[in-house]
């Protein structure tokens, strides 16, 4: 297996624009998170998925912020539009149940100008 | 929130000397993962302890638990520059990880 694949890597966009990025979890594995990281805040959970179904969105910072999980190889997140601070580094992770050893993603470094 | 704290927040060593990184927690737990994040790379998963257990080894890592004071230690011994990394302790709640802010780990040649 390849492991959690993400996309973009690197995705620089100007304030306003839509952006999306994208999530391929190992397969097999029935929980998906998406984090976001900063400097100032480390890291935190924006998003818990656990069998395509959303359970805790409570990170989620705001309603521009959205994710989907159409199917169990594939999610995305959405920040609808986006502002500078949104910039940082977002990570999706696997995980054979929630709480187990999670499998990280590369990340997509988002800058948004 | 966050449940787990590392301390120190920054750590410097020479190559070869031992290094312990701690990491309080707040709530029970079934299980305390400890991870390894190099700069600008996802976070790579090193060891799982769980709550029943008090030490674990893998390689030139030892972590240890101790639930009665909610506190764990990551040791890495005869470090190594590649050893450089940010290090996290992650907890379980429910069906989640709690993540701490992390020790960053120098090691110099």
């Known amino acids: 297996d390849a492991g959690v694949i993400q996309s973009p890597r690197h995705e620089v966009t100007e304030m306003g624009q839509e952006v999306t990025l994208r999530c391929k979890p190992i397969?097999?594995?029935?929980?998906l998170f998406w984090y976001r990281q900063t400097m100032m805040r480390g890291l935190e959970l924006l998003i818990y998925?656990?069998?395509?179904?959303?359970?805790?969105d409570s990170g989620m910072p705001e309603d521009r912020f959205s994710a989907k999980m159409p199917n169990a190889s594939f999610s995305t997140l959405k920040i609808q539009p986006s502002e500078p601070r949104d910039s940082a580094v977002y990570f999706c992770?696997?995980?054979?149940?929630?709480?187990?050893?999670?499998?990280f993603g590369q990340g997509t470094r988002l800058t948004v100008v | 929130s966050q449940q787990g704290e590392e301390d120190p927040q920054a750590l410097s060593i020479q190559e070869g000397e031992n290094a312990t990184m701690n990491c309080s927690y707040k709530?029970?737990?079934?299980?305390l993962q400890w991870y390894r994040q190099n700069s600008g790379r996802g976070l790579v998963h090193l060891i799982l302890?769980?709550?029943n257990e008090r030490e674990k080894h893998s390689g030139r890592l030892r972590v240890t638990l101790d639930t009665s004071k909610k506190s764990s230690s990551l040791l890495i011994t005869a470090s190594r520059a590649a050893d450089t990394a940010s290090y996290f302790c992650?907890?379980?709640?429910?069906?989640?990880?709690?993540w701490g802010a992390g020790t960053k780990l120098i090691i110099k040649p």
């Open positions: 992770a696997s995980s054979p149940t929630g709480n187990t050893e999670a499998f």
């Open positions: 397969s097999g594995h029935n929980s």
């Open positions: 998925f656990n069998n395509n179904v959303p359970i805790d």
């Open positions: 709530t029970s737990i079934n299980n």
């Open positions: 302890i769980r709550s």
């Open positions: 992650a907890t379980d709640s429910n069906y989640q990880l709690i």
